[in-house]
Structures are given as structure tokens and as C-alpha cells.
């Protein structure tokens, strides 16, 4: 799932300063499953604007919170917002970095304001509460080789062809040892399931303009209007 993690109260607070009205919207996607982004939190922030304005002696705004299916779904986002939109000078997301900018595309010319920083892709560990980068979207999936370790983002020089001399007992020397060395995981993941003969193939260098941005897939041609 995409990780995200709140912005500082205060950094929420200077950027929504001086409104009339506000209408908050969470994300029942990934930002609602790692209890950031959903409906639960937009009222927790409501009131937490809300007693700003009242501690500092300030008119209060028109605030409303609610939380839509998904922010990045370009139909979903017109369809839950349009309705409502004309009614707020601003709109807070509570989504990821995608969420907020389609929001920001459907709502023109309304202003668009991202409650949340958007860190990466990455696996939810609820046991330890701790989030992983496990994924870099780069375009050429290659964990069939690889044991399902992605040495692009595990690795931190993303090396695709083994140790580099810097790892010691299991543990990478970027960092100050406290990671696991991506590769000497992938060594024990392909042991554990007899392809050691994938850890000696030779992976030529990646093709990284497959992963050069923006990417696109699919959809209309240029020339025809994509229907909101
Ligand atoms: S190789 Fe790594 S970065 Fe590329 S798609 Fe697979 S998991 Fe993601
Ligand atoms: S020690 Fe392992 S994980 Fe760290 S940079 Fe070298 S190969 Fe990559």
C-alpha cells in the first residue's frame, strides 16, 4: 500500500489560515487501513482546527469532514466531491500524494491542500506497528529471480547482482549495520527454495527509463477529453 504519515499540526494549521470554509476529505484507501487518512481521522482534525481558531481568540470556518471510497479514482473523486465542492474554498485531503492531485484535478479551481506527506511504497507490519519500503515501481518486476526480495529498494545501492564488500555478519553498512543486507536475504530466500541457480545468473544493468517520469497506461487518445 502507498505509506503515508501526517503532516505537523502546525504545518496543517499555517496552511489552511484565514479561511471562511473548509471541507475536509479522508480516504478510505490505503491512508484509511494504516489509520491516517479515513473518516475517523477527518473529524479528529476538524476538531483539532476548530480549537485552534477558539484557543487563539479567531472566527471560526465553516468546516465539514467526510471521507470518500478512494481519492485517487479520478470517477469516484468527481462523483463524491462535485456536489460538494462549490461550497468550500478549500479542500484538505487526507489521501496520498495521488489522492490529493486528483482531487486537485476534478475540483478546479478550488484550493487543494495536502494534510499528509506521502513516504512510499511499503508493507503495514500491525504486530510491530513499523511500515517497510518494499517496492520502488520500477517498472520490470524482477522478484522471480530475486527470492521475492527487491534488491532495487531493499538494497540501498540497488545493486542487482550480489553483496557489495560492505556488508558484514548479514547486515548492510549503509545505515551503520542495522539493516539486513538485501542480498544475503535473497541468498537465503533462493537456498530456502532450492534456485540458488537464479542467485548466479547475471542481470544485465536495468533499463531505467522504463521507470522515467510521468508514466501512463492505457486510456483515451491525447486528442479526446477524458470525461470527468
Ligand atoms: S523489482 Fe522491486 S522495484 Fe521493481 S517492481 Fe519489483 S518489487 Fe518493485
Ligand atoms: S551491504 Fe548489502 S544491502 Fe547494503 S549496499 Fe551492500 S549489497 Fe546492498
Redesign the pocket.
Known sequence: MIIVQQKPLNEIFEMTKNLKSLLIVGCDGCASIIQVGGERQAQVLKTLLEMEKKVKGEETPVIKAISILRQCDRQVAATALNPLREDYEAILSLGCGVGVQTISEVCKPTLIIPANDTKFLGMHDTRKGKFQELCSACGECILFETGGIC?IT??????LN???????KG????GGGK??????LIFNSLKDRNRLDLFTKFRPPKDYRLSGHPREIGGEDEDQEVSS
Open positions: 534488491p531493499r538494497c540501498a545501492k540497488s545493486l550480489g553483496p557489495c564488500g560492505g556488508q558484514s547486515k548492510c553498512e549503509v539493516n539486513d543486507c538485501a542480498w544475503i
